[in-house]
């Protein structure tokens, strides 16, 4: 019998070239839905289908093509399969552009408007964030106010290719 | 081209600028500005809570949630890991022991009797 201490110090995720690219939608006018599709990738050659939806709060109403790159923040990496769950991101546009940043968020810990805080993204068991830009299509609204910014909670599901 | 705004669409807009828009993105710029070093405190702060003891009677990865590894006691509690390494040594029959106030889970092997101890302090990344 003897005691052991698992060490697994300051290991920075191997992860550098996971990412994802897919189509998206928004729409809120105050609250309103967001969803989106496409492919997502990791280092170790895996490669997924994402289907999201989700609930919005802000101003957005766009319809285009979203891509970035996701960052692990546990030591053990991205795969695919944790792209799977609940994710919180804010997304930011500028005419056609757009910029969103986002990760995992820990519905058991975090509450409302903590959900809401960026540094919270990422900050849980298997987490990631993500950093993205988009080319989108702006409806009436979007093109009266010439920019747009909405926060979400998105529940993503993932279908593993290989 | 579009209609012109009547003079109410130019207020409304007018007001989700001030209320809405310009904030946001001043939300925005100073996250980007301000120094994005992960703080893992609050996250310690949550496992601190967290109490649990109990044999190992299951363990499974919930792809669902992220694909984190969960163990099931077999009082029912679940808790999850925070990495594969850590969930390896996890076997059916083990011993947990997680008490409230610490960021230690203790597991005692059933097969060799062998203590392991998992710290969350180091999970800590840095560059």
Redesign the interface.
């Known amino acids: 019998?003897?005691?052991?201490?698992?060490?697994?110090?300051?290991?920075?995720?191997s992860n550098n070239s996971s990412g994802f690219t897919g189509a998206s939608y928004d729409f809120a006018l105050g609250g309103g839905w967001k969803f989106n599709l496409g492919l997502v990738w990791d280092d170790s050659g895996g490669l997924g289908i994402y289907y999201g939806a989700g609930a919005t709060i802000?101003?957005a109403s766009s319809i285009g093509l979203e891509g970035g790159n996701i960052s692990p923040?546990?030591?053990?990496g991205f795969?695919v399969?944790?792209?799977?769950?609940?994710s919180a991101s804010?997304d930011?546009s500028l005419g056609s552009a757009g910029?969103s940043?986002g990760g995992?968020i820990?519905t058991n810990?975090f509450r409302a408007i903590e959900r809401m805080n960026?540094?919270?993204f990422?900050?849980?068991?298997?987490?990631y964030i993500t950093n993205s830009g988009s080319i989108s299509k702006g409806g009436?609204i979007k093109?009266?106010?010439g920019?747009?910014?909405n926060w979400s909670q998105t529940y993503t599901?993932v279908l593993r290719i290989k | 081209m579009g209609r012109e705004l009547s003079a109410f669409e130019k207020r409304f807009f007018r007001i989700i600028y001030l209320i809405f828009i310009i904030p946001a993105f001043g939300y925005l710029l100073y996250n980007l500005l301000s120094n994005d070093e992960r703080d893992w405190s609050n996250y310690f702060d949550f496992k601190k809570n967290e109490h649990y003891e109990g044999f190992v009677a299951k363990k499974y990865v919930d792809f669902k949630d992220h694909a984190i590894e969960k163990i099931v006691l077999d009082n029912n509690n679940i808790f999850n890991l925070i990495c594969t390494e850590w969930y390896k040594q996890f076997d059916t029959g083990d011993y947990v022991i997680k008490e409230k106030g610490s960021l230690i889970i203790k597991l005692i092997k059933k097969q060799t009797q062998d203590t392991l101890f998992f710290d969350y302090r180091d999970i800590e990344i840095k560059d």
């Open positions: 019998m003897m005691a052991k201490i698992m060490k697994w110090v300051n290991s920075k995720p802000g101003l923040t546990t030591p053990s795969t399969d944790n792209f799977a769950g609940t804010w930011f910029y940043r995992t820990d810990r960026w540094s919270n990422g900050d849980a068991d298997r987490g009436w093109g009266r106010l920019a747009g910014a599901g």
